[in-house]
């Protein structure tokens, strides 16, 4: 199995960002404690306080898909659009294989 990686640009409305965070820290333990789990991580834009990184990482692509149906993730994704600008964009990242040089 390939792991696979997201990454997942968030934009808040102006005035929303306690609520990202607070919602990241209600999920957060949830989501690390999934099967196939590996990373789970929001940042900040240093340049914009509406703008988030979310990065994921998961064992595999079911588990992924295991992960979208969980409870926990509908009702975010029910919640988040009350405090976010627009619809994330997700990325979702597969590792380049890379020859070995001789």
């Known amino acids: 199995?390939?792991?696979?990686?997201?990454?997942?640009?968030?934009?808040?409305?102006p005035g929303m960002r306690e609520r990202q965070i607070d919602a990241y820290e209600k999920?957060?333990?949830?989501?690390?404690?999934?099967?196939?789990?590996?990373?789970?991580?929001?940042f900040s834009d240093t340049t914009s306080e509406n703008k988030f990184v979310l990065v994921e990482k998961w064992s595999s692509r079911a588990a992924l898909?295991?992960?979208?149906?969980?409870?926990?993730?509908?009702?975010a994704d029910a919640?988040?659009?009350?405090?976010?600008?627009?619809?994330?964009?997700?990325?979702?990242?597969?590792?380049v294989k890379v020859k070995e040089q001789p």
């Open 79 to 95: 919640y988040s659009p009350t405090f976010r600008a627009k619809s994330a964009t997700v990325m979702k990242l597969a590792t």
């Open 27 to 42: 999920l957060r333990p949830l989501v690390l404690a999934e099967s196939g789990c590996l990373q789970y991580e929001l």
């Open 65 to 75: 898909d295991a992960h979208d149906q969980t409870d926990h993730m509908i009702a």
């Open 1 to 13: 199995m390939e792991e696979i990686g997201l990454i997942v640009l968030i934009e808040v409305l």
